[in-house]
């Protein structure tokens, strides 16, 4: 099992920024890929960034000028640095993590999510 915490969101006005972080804990040896998702009112769950243990990233076209997605040395903490907030940006932001078992079968996790709020 593989338990994932974000912290970081907040208000922020617009033209701001924010760092988002994400903490994995227990089965993280076996983590494999991680990643940011946002969900705005009304919305599906939108895809931001990824990034493998090869350290592969990947944006989502809409952040990839102002979205940054890194990682700690010891692979337990990833974050997103966003800047150039506006309103759009508004939603619950939360972490994924994937992980591969040593038989081969594939597990996915979320964490609880943090609310990003941006005001004008």
């Known amino acids: 099992q593989v338990q994932l915490v974000e912290s970081g969101g907040g208000l922020v006005q617009t033209g701001g920024s924010l760092r988002l972080s994400c903490a994995a804990s227990?089965?993280?040896?076996?983590?494999?890929?991680m990643g940011w998702y946002r969900q705005a009112p009304d919305n599906q769950r939108e895809l931001l960034a990824t990034i493998t243990w090869g350290s592969v990233i990947k944006y989502a076209d809409n952040v990839k000028e102002r979205f940054n997605i890194s990682r700690d040395d010891v692979k337990t903490t990833m974050f997103l640095e966003m800047n150039r907030l506006d309103a759009a940006d508004t939603a619950v932001y939360y972490c994924n993590a994937k992980r591969s078992s040593p038989t081969g079968e594939e597990y996915v996790y979320w964490g609880q999510g943090t609310q990003v709020t941006v005001s004008h």
């Open positions: 227990g089965s993280t040896y076996f983590i494999n890929a």
